[in-house]
Nanobody, 120 residues
């Protein structure tokens, strides 16, 4: 069984910073692409950023230049450094990872979500 556990959300003023972490644990053979999604009230879940096992990153236009996605493969952990936060960044942030487990093949896994609230 695989689990993704997120941490680091909270309340911050506009212009501030937060760092999210997501650690994967369990019977992991290989972790492929990891990433972050977010869902604001009344809106669909949207992709924020991804990072491949080799370190290549992708960012949504709305966060380019403000957010940085990184990972520590030795710790099976992905991070999202969020700077210059705006009220429109307020959402529940979800970690996602494509993970191959021993004997079960590859599946997508999700974290439980962490609330990020940016006040104006």
């Amino acid at each position: 069984q695989v689990q993704l556990v997120e941490s680091g959300g909270g309340l911050v003023q506009a212009g501030g910073s937060l760092r999210l972490s997501c650690a994967a644990s369990g019977s992991i053979f290989r972790i492929n692409t990891m990433g972050w999604y977010r869902q604001a009230p009344g809106k669909q879940r949207e992709l924020v950023a991804t990072i491949t096992s080799g370190g290549s990153t992708y960012y949504a236009d709305s966060v380019k230049g403000r957010f940085t996605c990184s990972r520590d493969n030795a710790k099976n952990t992905v991070y999202l450094q969020m700077n210059s936060l705006k009220p429109e960044d307020t959402a529940i942030y979800y970690c996602n990872a494509g993970i191959s487990t021993y004997g079960l093949g590859r599946s997508d896994y999700w974290g439980q979500g962490t609330q990020v609230t940016v006040s104006s």
